[in-house]
């Protein structure tokens, strides 16, 4: 075949683009076992950070399995659903459920002493998903930590919820008011007081409507979890429930 006819060339580009994408492919389903474990472990550090353990990836599953002391998947009406694994629960897929159908995974841990709910989060930003995890005290009322993230906030806006300094706001906060009632703890614009325990933190500036989302995410997944928690002992659980 004559090197420089049009017929060359085409067929020439067509076997370059197969072989690129055959390449490209190989690589892709290669990497994917460890890109799920990657993600697996980046789990475990967010889980763990809100209990106030700082790790790497690679030595994150040694001290998840050190300090989570149990893992429980939960339906509805707070019963464990014994046959669904609550670190494999994808909220995503969950939230497009009713509720009734939903499961709610939560989980315990035992750090220097203290007892901890970790409950994950989800919820919607200005643009996209946005997520993390709540540890509660064993008060069921205190924050211990939080960890947030998202999949398409804007840089230096509603991105910041990532940052440390938004997150530690929440830490020592309260999420039942002083009625006993479950507010969550609500992001508030020109909230200036440096009060803990009030619900509130301060803003995102130019980022409300992410602040809301995070404001309504905290209150709607803690809601889902009452009827467990109700079987805690807590005495602001059972002031809110009278």
Not at 85 to 106: D, G, S, T
Not at 222 to 237: C, Q, V
């Amino acid at each position: 075949m004559d090197k420089n006819s049009n017929a060359y060339t085409f067929i020439f580009a067509i076997i370059m683009v197969l072989v690129v994408a055959a390449g490209l492919s190989f690589v892709a389903t290669s990497l994917q076992p460890m890109q799920a474990e990657n993600v697996r472990q980046e789990k475990m550090q967010n889980i763990l950070k809100t209990i106030g353990v700082e790790t790497e990836r690679a030595g994150a599953e040694e001290l998840f399995n050190k300090y989570i002391t149990e893992q429980l998947s939960l339906d509805h009406e707070g019963n464990v659903k014994k046959e669904v694994e609550a670190f494999n629960v994808n909220l995503a897929r969950e939230l497009k459920k009713p509720v009734k159908e939903q499961a709610f995974p939560i989980y315990v841990a035992d750090y220097e002493g203290a007892n901890y709910y970790i409950v994950p989060l989800r919820g919607k930003g200005l643009w996209d998903a946005i997520w993390g995890y709540v540890a509660l005290e064993d008060d069921i009322n205190t924050i211990a930590g939080v960890t947030f993230d998202h999949k398409g906030e804007t840089a230096g806006l509603g991105a910041e919820i990532t940052t440390d300094w938004f997150q530690e706001q929440f830490k020592d906060e309260k999420v039942f008011n002083e009625e006993g009632e479950l507010v969550g703890v609500i992001v508030k614009k020109g909230y200036q007081a440096d009060t803990k325990g009030d619900n509130m933190v301060d803003y995102i500036s130019g980022a409300t409507i992410t602040g809301d989302g995070v404001t309504d995410m905290i209150k709607e997944r803690l809601s889902r979890y009452m009827p467990y928690f109700k079987t805690k002992k807590s005495s602001k659980i059972e002031v809110a429930t009278r």
